[in-house]
């Protein structure tokens, strides 16, 4: 299970229990952060963002999934890839997931997830940036 930068902030600015609620949807899934989401997270350390220190420290907590590119799109490709299913309060990223068939948690609220499901099982080309 991958998750974006935005999903890491969560637990930082609203206290989202964001572990528990993955285990409670997916009991068992593993967290892991994308190294591009990571370099997202230091630029916005670099840019002295509120929050994102706390976020890279969550960060770490999480086993590293190598990739390239940056934003959305590396995200992109290492879900389909990993075929993974993605954590991210990013409602144009979830549409892009959800559209190439991989499921998504989504924030509901201050304090649950909701899973919704990739909309197909085949792979279709990723026409967004």
Same mark, same amino acid.
């Given at each position: 299970?991958?998750?974006?930068?935005?999903?890491?902030? /969560?637990?930082?600015?609203?206290?989202?229990?964001?572990?528990?609620?993955?285990?409670?949807?997916?009991?068992?899934?593993?967290? *892991?952060?994308?190294?591009?989401?990571?370099?997202?997270?230091?630029?916005?350390? #670099?840019?002295?963002?509120r929050?994102?220190r706390?976020? *890279?420290? /969550?960060? !770490?907590?999480?086993?590293?999934?190598?990739?390239?590119?940056?934003?959305?799109?590396?995200?992109?490709?290492?879900?389909? !890839?990993?075929?993974?299913?993605?954590v991210?309060?990013d409602?144009?990223? *979830?549409?892009r997931?959800?559209?190439?068939?991989?499921?998504?948690?989504?924030?509901?609220?201050? #304090? !649950? /997830?909701?899973?919704?499901?990739?909309?197909?099982?085949?792979s279709?080309?990723?026409?967004? *940036?």
């Amino acid at each position: 299970m991958i998750v974006d930068a935005n999903a890491l902030m /969560l637990p930082v600015r609203n206290q989202f229990p964001l572990e528990a609620e993955v285990d409670r949807l997916l009991p068992g899934s593993r967290l *892991a952060v994308p190294s591009s989401v990571l370099d997202e997270i230091r630029e916005l350390v #670099h840019r002295e963002v509120r929050g994102a220190r706390s976020a *890279a420290e /969550l960060a !770490r907590k999480f086993p590293v999934l190598p990739n390239s590119g940056k934003g959305d799109a590396a995200i992109v490709d290492s879900a389909v !890839r990993e075929r993974a299913t993605v954590v991210t309060a990013d409602r144009e990223l *979830a549409n892009r997931l959800r559209a190439r068939g991989l499921s998504v948690l989504i924030p509901r609220d201050r #304090h !649950r /997830l909701e899973l919704r499901r990739g909309a197909r099982t085949r792979s279709a080309p990723d026409t967004g *940036a």
